[in-house]
């Protein structure tokens, strides 16, 4: 498994049982996830039009005001936040495969 995905299974179990998990890890859990989406949309070549509107935004809002929020919207910011990983998997995987020039090694 790459880190990439290891992050995506560990955010969907996270939501699973947000219930359990402390403040510090949901606010950590959700910033490694802000960043990844970042540095995968960096690979990709994807840039949003405006901060206000980019998804990525609310993990990291999710992540300093975690405490105030109810465990239901953690848990679904954080399948957001897989859910975003996940696509910006696919996209690198054909990125590679394109590069590769569609053999797999």
């Known amino acids: 498994m790459t880190a990439q995905t290891d992050l995506i299974a560990e955010l969907v179990r996270a939501a699973n049982t947000v219930s359990r998990l402390t403040v510090l890890e949901r606010q950590r859990l959700l910033i490694r996830a802000y960043f990844a989406v970042v540095k995968g949309r960096e690979e990709i070549d994807i840039h949003p039009a405006k901060a ?12 300093k005001y975690s405490e105030d929020m109810t465990d239901e919207y953690i848990a679904e910011v954080l399948l957001d936040g897989a859910e975003m990983l996940r696509v910006i998997k696919i996209a690198l995987d054909a990125k590679d495969e394109v590069n590769s020039g569609g053999t797999r090694h």
């Open 52 to 63: 206000d509107t980019d998804s990525a935004i609310d993990l990291l809002s999710a992540s």
